[in-house]
């Protein structure tokens, strides 16, 4: 049997194309991996009514709340294969395959943070990814910001909302521009481009960052800057159009550059975003979705990639 549509991932964005499909009874599959990005936090911010919840806990509600919909159901698994197959698409799962009309992208990224050994000991409780989710909890303490990336300053001045005691490491990668470096010393911003050895701390939590001389710059929380990969192998046979960043471009409405295929969530630009926002992404996608399967025009604010 041919369903509506494959959804590819299961955090919020994800749950919330399936959630609207289903409730346009659609015929919808929702395929999850169970690999979420944040399974090492505890806590997830800034969704009304759910302000603090487990990541976990937010995703089995909204599993739940999907599969109370007939025509919903739900794969555990990884899908190997997107391949199209006439006005339609397959999807592979190891032995299992799914005939479907149209797929909704919603598999996230996958975080690469410096390279420092005990740096995951303490991801999640001391150290965060997610100035924006995690901000709050760090306010007014002596905070770390590790990172690698160009835009480190920018995110040492957004960071330096919630705490005035910020020291900035690049573990020695030149990201940071002289002149970048007088603004931050402007705000009370610290700069220390020395390499990194390690973080250290004990059962409390963070209690420093040490430097590759054997310094050690005292810490108690902080935030990492890592890199995001977007993993597509599984739909290289589409050709979708791709960004400098490897993240999929989409139109106003989350139509990717291949017809039928749809993408929400951290998968597409900017790239990481708020629970609240990848979930409005997905709800976006489901409406073009629909409106697509039903042969509607599309609507006046969706612009983007012209479709093939």
């Not at 017809?259 to 790239?271: C, F, K, N, Q, S």
Request: aromatic share 4%.
């Amino acid at each position: 049997m041919t369903l509506d549509v494959a959804v590819i991932g299961a955090g919020p964005a994800g749950l919330a194309a399936a959630l609207n499909l289903a409730r346009a009874r659609r015929r919808v599959v929702l395929i999850d991996s169970n690999r979420p990005r944040n399974s090492a936090t505890f806590k997830s911010h800034g969704y009304p009514t759910r302000d603090g919840i487990s990541p976990l806990e937010l995703r089995k509600l909204g599993l739940e709340e999907v599969l109370a919909y007939e025509t919903a159901e739900h794969r555990r698994g990884i899908v190997r294969s997107v391949t199209r197959a006439g006005d339609g698409f397959v999807v592979e799962m190891g032995e299992e395959q799914l005939e479907v009309r149209a797929v909704v992208l919603a598999t996230g990224l996958t975080e690469v943070p410096p390279a420092l050994p005990t740096l995951r000991a303490f991801y999640g409780t001391s150290i965060h990814s997610c100035i924006e989710c995690d901000g709050w909890e760090k306010r007014d303490a002596p905070l770390a910001l590790i990172g690698e990336t160009p835009d480190l300053a920018e995110r040492a001045v957004f960071l330096s909302q919630w705490t005035d005691d910020l020291v900035v490491f690049t573990n020695g990668a030149p990201v940071v521009s002289e002149a970048e470096e007088a603004a931050l010393a402007a705000r009370g911003i610290r700069l220390d481009r020395r390499e990194l050895d390690d973080v250290e701390g004990d059962r409390d939590g963070l209690t420093g960052v040490r430097t590759r001389d054997g310094g050690v710059v005292p810490r108690t929380g902080g935030f990492v800057r890592p890199r995001y990969e977007p993993k597509l192998d599984y739909v290289a046979s589409l050709g979708l159009e791709l960004d400098l960043d490897g993240l999929v471009v989409v139109d106003g409405a989350g139509r990717t550059s291949a017809r039928g295929v749809y993408a929400a969530g951290d998968l597409t630009p900017p790239g990481p975003q708020q629970l609240i926002i990848a979930a409005g992404n997905g709800a976006r996608a489901a409406l073009a979705v629909n409106r697509d399967l039903l042969g509607l025009p599309q609507a006046v604010f969706e612009s983007g990639p012209s479709v093939r």
